[in-house]
């Protein structure tokens, strides 16, 4: 098994049972949940390079196969933390009051980097954001809080 302590081993079994089938592993589609299930921020490059797929039954990834990947993304350098996240947003905080136009966030998440699609940012906000003042405005921190604890699942 790779260099994974026995409790963390614990964590990934746990995630394995509630997402894949006994004997069978998980799905490929479904490692970057998994990785993100278990407090890690592979980028969907990562994913893609450690052999996540992007169809569901093309590939079975078994929990001995899973370890070695988990160990590998755990060392990763190229991970956001809340820090980070809220430096970013920081930009888009023009008061600095520690809000921000719920239309920025919304163009960021749509627009920037591994951007993602009208269907998940929903589904995000429904999830983590608190609901937007009269003028637009969100609180930035609760919203990254919300998401890094409870990671969300995208159908």
């Known amino acids: 098994m ?41 980028t969907l490059a990562l994913i893609e390079k450690l052999g996540g797929t992007k169809k569901r039954n093309e590939k079975k990834i078994k929990l001995d196969e899973f370890l070695p990947i988990y160990s590998q993304v755990k060392k990763e350098k190229e991970q956001g933390c809340y820090e980070d996240f809220i430096e970013c947003l920081k930009l888009y905080d023009k008061e600095e009051n520690g809000t921000m136009l719920l239309a920025e966030l919304q163009h960021a998440l749509l627009a920037l980097g591994e951007n993602l699609d009208d269907e998940q940012v ?10 937007e003042d009269d003028e637009g405005f969100i609180p930035y921190s609760q919203f990254v809080q919300r998401l890094m604890s409870d990671p969300v699942v995208f159908d």
């Open 122 to 131: 929903e589904t995000l906000f429904a999830d983590c954001m608190d609901p």
């Open 2 to 42: 790779a260099d994974v302590p026995k409790r963390e081993v614990e964590n990934v079994e746990f995630v394995f049972e509630v997402m894949g089938s006994p004997g069978e592993g998980i799905d490929a589609v479904d490692l970057g949940d998994a990785l993100r299930a278990l407090n890690l921020n592979p």
